[in-house]
């Protein structure tokens, strides 16, 4: 069964450094991966998506995340963050069933980020 | 918001009495979904839609049922809402299971 973990239900970070949020997932077969990012009181947006054409992924705003099949990790990363990036980030994980077919997606639980000036 | 539009935006409500809400979308996407968003638990899926009538139970189905009579519309129904169902509720939209979803603005459900 596919599930993923988000390891930090909170990340605090200063405006400048970079930005580490991990996630672990655990799936069956061929995953695909996404993070979201959901700014105070809004709905999520996609930052960016996996599907196996390329291990590391870069998504909008700075974000990348690269895909350990090894590690079964998919960690999102930002060379230096901005005040901007205050948010929660999802990890979000669908999985192919013996079917062939795709699941539904499952998110995880959440992190949230807190940039100091 | 991807041309999808959730209403109402903010709802307080009594126990036991009925709410629906809506989703309407533009972008003519098969593929429609609830969750709801509750402090430590992410989101989690409550009913989605494949098509017009056709629509099957999340992880967190009990108390809730939906209605797809139109492509563009979705509704959530709690037909006797439950202090437990106070959460933020969000619609979104996919042109495939487990593609890119997109999101609405999200529904603020009290019940008091």
């Known amino acids: 069964a596919q599930s993923v973990t988000q390891l930090d239900s909170h990340v605090s970070v200063s405006e400048g450094t970079p930005v580490l949020l991990r996630c672990n997932y655990s799936?069956?077969?061929?995953?695909?991966l996404f993070w979201y990012v959901q700014h105070p009181n809004k709905g999520l947006q996609l930052l960016l998506k996996y599907t196996s054409a390329a291990t590391l992924v870069k998504g909008i705003n700075g974000f990348e995340a690269e895909f350990k099949k090894s590690e079964t990790s998919f960690h999102l990363t930002k060379p230096s963050a901005h005040m901007s990036d205050a948010a929660e980030y999802f990890c979000?994980?669908?999985?192919?069933?013996?079917?062939?077919?795709?699941?539904?997606?499952?998110f995880g639980k959440g992190t949230k980020l807190s940039v100091k000036p | 918001d991807a041309g999808i539009t959730q209403s109402p935006r903010h709802k307080v409500t009594e126990t036991g009495t009925p709410v629906t809400l809506r989703c309407h979308q533009t972008e003519n996407h098969r593929y429609m979904y609830w969750y709801r968003q509750d402090p430590g638990h992410g989101l989690r899926l409550i009913h989605y839609?494949?098509?017009?009538?056709?629509?099957d139970k999340g992880e967190v189905s009990d108390g809730y049922s939906v209605s797809r009579s139109k492509t563009e519309d979705f509704l959530l129904t709690l037909e006797s809402a439950t202090s437990s169902q106070t959460s933020v509720y969000f619609c979104a939209i996919s042109t495939r299971v487990g593609n890119i979803q997109y999101f609405g603005a999200g529904t603020r459900l009290s019940v008091l």
């Open positions: 839609s494949y098509g017009v009538k056709d629509t």
């Open positions: 979000v994980v669908s999985d192919r069933n013996y079917g062939g077919s795709q699941g539904n997606l499952i």
């Open positions: 799936s069956s077969y061929s995953p695909s």
